[in-house]
């Protein structure tokens, strides 16, 4: 596999998406390779200050730099050379097998839709989350930001999108799949909520357990829980909060630690032809690693190909 990283995107780059490449290379098989898309000569003056040879590493040396507070629909019109839109131009080639990036989520939408774009049936790609139970296993949750308001046949294509990845990135065997509402029954919620459920309920495609409580996010009883974009952010917000104001006082455990977004690094764009990870503007070089780890597995998932399957 070809793994591919931004290494001008977030706030502290090329120096830590660097380090953090040099860090997933030691998890990484040798058969893998890490492909640096920016600027080359930055990249190899860093490895070379922490001794890594370059040798390890495959470049690809672009000229700009699409900045977090660009415009981005703009700046992937005007900067042909920047490292979002060579990342994608080798990710819709093929020559790259994953494309991952810490920088303006905006071009990374953008550039999922236009130069790989969404695959046949989809309605609309979707962005997930992981959710750490309390149990010790994962579960996703999703969309978490890109679509904010939703309709019925768009939420239950999105159980479709996180059962799949649930099953064949995080190994859950038939996930249990819940719609996020104010109550368990049916009637309960506003319009969308008991259309959707009416919808997903008897369905065959995924494995519908009915509603869930926000209380139920990080137990048992949903492997996958479905929700409008709005919704989810505010949830993912939510427990990033929740985890800084615990870890302020340290109050941390095993489990509260699981909370840390380090530990998952970034999350795919479900829904599109091929492997694109968003990371946190803020990512550190434990960030980094995790998300490429994350691309590596989901390469290997072969996901982007389960999903034209399930949706012919």
Do not use: W
């Not at 596999?1 to 860090?23: C, K, Q, R, S, T």
């Not at 998300?291 to 290997?300: D, E, G, P």
Request: net charge negative.
């Amino acid at each position: 596999m070809n793994i591919g990283l931004d290494i001008m995107g977030g706030d502290f780059a090329p120096e830590e998406i660097v380090l953090g490449a040099i860090e997933a290379q030691k998890e990484i098989p040798s058969e893998h390779t890490i492909t640096l898309v920016g600027d080359s000569v930055a990249a190899k003056k860093i490895l070379e200050r922490e001794r890594v040879n370059s040798s390890l590493f495959s470049f690809v040396h672009t000229t700009e730099v699409i900045e977090m507070a660009d415009h981005a629909t703009k700046a992937m019109r005007a900067k042909q050379d920047s490292s979002i839109n060579v990342g994608f131009k080798l990710l819709s080639q093929g020559k790259l097998d994953a494309f991952s990036s810490a920088g303006n989520s905006g071009a990374m939408l953008i550039g999922s839709m236009f130069a790989v774009r969404p695959i046949a049936g989809v309605i609309r790609p979707c962005i997930t989350s992981v959710l750490p139970k309390e149990s010790g296993g994962v579960g996703v949750i999703l969309d978490v930001g890109i679509n904010a308001d939703c309709k019925p046949d768009v939420l239950y294509q999105f159980a479709i999108l996180g059962s799949l990845y649930a099953e064949f990135v995080f190994n859950v065997k038939d996930p249990k799949v819940g719609l996020l509402n104010i109550g368990e029954e049916k009637e309960k919620g506003n319009l969308l909520a008991q259309a959707t459920h009416e919808l997903m309920e008897g369905t065959d495609d995924f494995n519908f357990v009915g509603n869930i409580e926000g209380r139920d996010i990080f137990n048992d009883k949903a492997d996958v829980v479905v929700c409008d974009g709005f919704t989810g952010n505010v949830i993912l917000k939510e427990a990033e909060a929740f985890y800084s104001l615990i870890a302020k006082r340290g109050l941390l455990d095993d489990y509260f630690s699981r909370f840390n977004y380090e530990n998952y690094g970034g999350t795919p764009i479900l829904g599109v032809n091929g492997n694109v990870l968003i990371g946190h503007g803020i990512s550190n070089a434990k960030a980094i690693k995790n998300m490429l780890n994350l691309s590596l597995n989901l390469a290997q998932a072969d996901l982007p190909n389960k999903i034209k399957k399930a949706f012919k």
